[in-house]
Each structure stands twice: as C-alpha cells, then as structure tokens.
C-alpha cells in the first residue's frame, strides 16, 4: 500500500483553536499529525501563521474557503495560502438557500470553473468537499456530485471526498474513490453511525460502520495525497477523540506499511 500524508480538519477543533490558535496547532503537532486543512486562520496574518507552521513542522494542506468568500476575496484567499505553502482551496458548503435547484448548481459550477482556472493560474489547486445533499438533486440525468465533474476538467475542479457523507448518502464509497481517481487528492477519512431518528453521528476512526480499512487501501490506488481526519462533533473532548483516530490509523495502516 501507498504512503498518504495525514492530515487533520480543523474544525473538528473549532472551539479549541477559537480559545488558543497557536497553542492547537502546537498540541495537534504534538499528536503526530503531519499536516493541517484550514477552516479558517484564527485572524492570524500570514506571516504569523507562517512562522507557525515552521515550528510546529505541520504542512498546510489546504484551506476550506466558503463561497461569500470565494466571490468576495478570491484574491486574498489565494495570497494567504500561498503565503503559508499550502495547495489547496477547497469549497465545503452550499447553503440551504442556494442549493435547491437545477439552477443553482449551474450557476456554482461556471463560478467554480472560473475559480478553478483562476487559483491554477496562480500555482494552487481549487477543489470542491462535498456532503449528502450533492446526491438528492440530479443535473442533466446524474447526481449534482458527477455533474459537478462531468461539466468541469480536472484541472478547473478535483475532488475532496468526504466518504462519510457519501455512504450516509446510501452511495458506495469505494465505488466513488475508484470513479474519480487521478481526480481525488484529498480524502476525509471520517466514521459514523446513524441515531434513532436515522440522523448522522460522527464517532472516532473504526467505531462507525465506514469500511475504513478498505477506503484507505481504494484512496491509495487513487493516488489520493492525503487522508484528512474529521469528525463534525465528538463525544470525548476534541483533542482525545482526534489522538484516538490517528491512533487507530497507525494501527490499522501506517503500522502495515
């Protein structure tokens, strides 16, 4: 099996790097993480952000950056990150309000083109996350998630997979991975289960029902760049429930390599 870099989302740790930025980032490097996908910089500037990332030895993976701020400061966006080494920018979300119709995703996907183009311009790489409701709408005879990338080249549009919301969406995650590979560099390695009224429960690494071990082994003959650990809310304390996941991927990958 490949080697993938691991990663970690930090808005499994909103609240902890709301408190102290510096003082996460310093903790999650401590855990062993090799990397970090932003969602959001804790109104660090760039330079700071800079000098933090050298001492901790993380990598900036990338950066999740909403669409108010894609339309409103795509430029910025873009200084900062390569500011700080990172690669990616990364769309998480379409709000409820803007994504209810045909139209809509249309309309996202020329915007996004448009990013793509301009963010590859200028040495990144533009990507879109995606969760369960890419998969409720169809554009022109397939779900919005393909559409998305029948209707872009690769080199305006990659793919972030998050196979948790892919599988909660009833989808196959492996078939997905092998779909896009080539297309997928980065992956959220994430678990979960289902509570009594069939909403999603986000649980730490190999407690859910994802088939992890096979989702790792199918990302890496994609030639997926990084699993990025997330879980959207824990049950233990953020920063234990993080340790344990990367514990049970040293377990259950990095220690079979």
């Given at each position: 099996m490949r080697r993938m870099g691991i990663g970690l989302q930090l808005y499994t740790l909103r609240d902890e790097?709301?408190?102290?930025?510096?003082?996460?980032?310093?903790?999650?490097?401590?855990?062993?993480?090799?990397?970090?996908?932003?969602?959001?910089y804790g109104g660090l500037s760039a330079t700071e952000m800079q000098e933090l990332l050298k001492e901790t030895g993380l990598k900036a993976v990338g950066s999740?950056?909403?669409l108010d701020r894609?339309?409103?400061?795509?430029?910025?966006?873009?200084?900062?990150?390569?500011?700080i080494g990172g690669r990616y920018i990364i769309c998480p979300w379409v709000s409820e309000t803007e994504r209810d119709r045909v139209e809509d995703w249309e309309k996202h996907i020329e915007f996004w083109k448009h990013v793509g183009a301009e963010v590859r311009k200028q040495g990144l790489t533009f990507a879109y996350h995606n969760h369960d409701?890419?998969?409720?709408?169809?554009?022109?005879?397939?779900?919005?998630?393909d559409a998305i990338y029948s209707a872009s080249a690769p080199e305006e549009i990659q793919v972030e997979m998050d196979v948790c919301w892919v599988q909660f969406a009833g989808q196959d995650p492996i078939a997905y991975i092998q779909k896009y590979a080539g297309r997928l560099p980065l992956l959220h390695l994430k678990d979960f289960n289902k509570d009594l009224n069939g909403q999603m429960v986000t649980l730490e690494l190999g407690q859910g029902v994802v088939q992890l071990k096979d989702v790792i082994a199918a990302a890496s003959e994609a030639n997926v760049e990084?699993?990025?650990?997330?879980?959207d809310n824990c049950q233990n304390p953020p920063l234990q429930?993080?340790?344990?996941?990367?514990?049970w991927v040293r377990q259950n990958y990095l220690t079979l390599l």
């Open positions: 790097t709301a408190v102290d930025f510096a003082g996460t980032l310093r903790k999650v490097a401590e855990l062993g993480y090799e990397g970090v996908e932003f969602a959001g999740h950056v909403g894609l339309r409103a400061d795509l430029q910025g966006e873009i200084d900062y990150l390569k500011a409701f890419e998969f409720h709408l169809q554009l022109n005879g397939e779900y919005v998630f990084w699993l990025l650990v997330e879980q429930s993080v340790a344990n996941s990367l514990n």
